[in-house]
Each structure stands twice: as C-alpha cells, then as structure tokens.
C-alpha cells in the first residue's frame, strides 16, 4: 500500500486553467519528486525537491511551479494548462539521492 | 542514443515459465540499479534494488547485474497471472537523477 498520496487520480479540464496537484506522504522523505509519463516513453523529471524551500527544475519543468513548505507536502501548479500538458503525473519520495524512489498513484490529466 | 535501452514487449509467456528481463545502459557512471512493476492505472512498485555488480534475490525475482557489459536482468520464477504488468529498469548515479527504461509489457497467461 503506497505511502504516498496523489489527487486527484483523474482530471479532465479546459485549456487556460489553472490546477494544482497535490502530493503527500507520510513516511518523512526528505526527497521529493514530479515525473511525467506517457505511454511508451521513459518517466521525464519535471521538479524535484531536497527539503523544505529547497525545490530545483527538472528536464520538463517549464509552465509548472513547485513549492515545499513542508516536509510532506509537495504541490504541482500548471498556470495555464494546454492540451500538450495532457499525460500522468507521478510524484515519488525517496530517503536520499540513491535510495529507491516511492511513488503515488499518479494523477492522468486531461486538457481539452 | 538513449542512456537507457528496454525492450518494450509486450512479452508473452504461460503461466509457470521463467521470465527475463533485460536492460542495457551507457553511463559506466550508474552505480544503483532498480526495477519497478506498474499495474494499469497504478504507480510504479519497487521491486528489487541493487547497488553496483552482482545477483539479489526475493521469493521468485532475482536481479542481476553486470557492469562489464553494462546490462541488467530481472528473472521471474514460476510466473502467475497476476504477474502480468509493465517492468521499468531504472539506474541512479547516486544523486537525484534517476534514468528510467520505456518499460517492458508482460502478459502471464494462464
């Protein structure tokens, strides 16, 4: 049973919004991950994260934001959401840079 | 070229076969090595978790891993059903960067 806790599972929304997705856990991870998936290619690191206030940009990191205020938690903001943004989101936690990642569930974004 | 090279399947074997799983990879640099199973509309699973050269087992999946030749297994012993996922292979420098493989898609079939 994952630790780590995404939602929502799925969204459908219009082009132009603004969504945040949520990520937690609860196993004290001082690491913290976005990845994007599609089907047939390798996980993209979109945003990573060291601790609190300590988030750095991946390989796929433009038009989202990050923030780390605490510990558990760490949000994924699109500004404004095009139908490219349409894939699955997953957030993975991990103890220290060579640990093994943990991931959630993942979010499947849809942008119409 | 890609740093990581998986074969994306889908593979097809009935139920009780040995399965292997193979990645190769290009950075010499890569000291840990993963593989994770994803079931549809799931996250991935860690399943096995080795650093540098050498075999680990658990229950009925070994991981092998030979950096001479740069090239991963995962083998699955009496495979069930319920086996039936994609594999990813993933290796790590030891820093945040993690490189994944496409994933390989396996249907046990009963």
């Known amino acids: 049973e994952a630790d780590i806790y995404q939602t929502p599972r799925y969204l459908v929304i219009g082009t132009g919004k603004k969504i945040t997705l949520e990520c937690s856990q609860t196993?004290?991870?001082?690491?913290m991950y976005w990845y994007q998936q599609d089907p047939g290619m390798e996980l993209h690191l979109i945003h990573y994260s060291y601790g609190v206030n300590s988030t750095e940009k991946g390989d796929l990191s433009s038009e989202s934001t990050v923030s780390r205020i605490r510990t558990e938690h760490f949000p994924l903001t699109l500004e404004s959401a095009r139908p490219s943004h349409t894939s699955q989101y997953l957030c993975a936690s991990s103890v220290q840079g060579n640990s093994p990642l943990h991931f959630g569930n993942g979010t499947r974004l849809t942008v119409t | 070229q890609k740093e990581v090279e998986q074969d994306p399947g889908p593979l097809s074997v009935p139920e009780g076969a040995i399965v292997s799983l193979n990645c190769t990879y290009s950075n010499s640099a890569f000291q840990y090595f993963m593989w994770y199973r994803q079931y549809s509309r799931k996250g991935p699973e860690l399943l096995m978790y080795t650093y540098s050269s050498g075999n680990k087992e658990d229950g009925r999946f070994t991981a092998q891993v030979d950096k001479s030749s740069k090239y991963i297994s995962l083998f699955i012993r009496d495979s069930q059903p319920s086996d039936s996922a994609t594999y990813l292979c993933a290796m790590s420098r030891g820093t945040y960067k993690y490189i994944f493989g496409t994933g390989t898609r396996l249907k046990v079939l009963a």
């Open positions: 196993m004290g991870h001082d690491k």
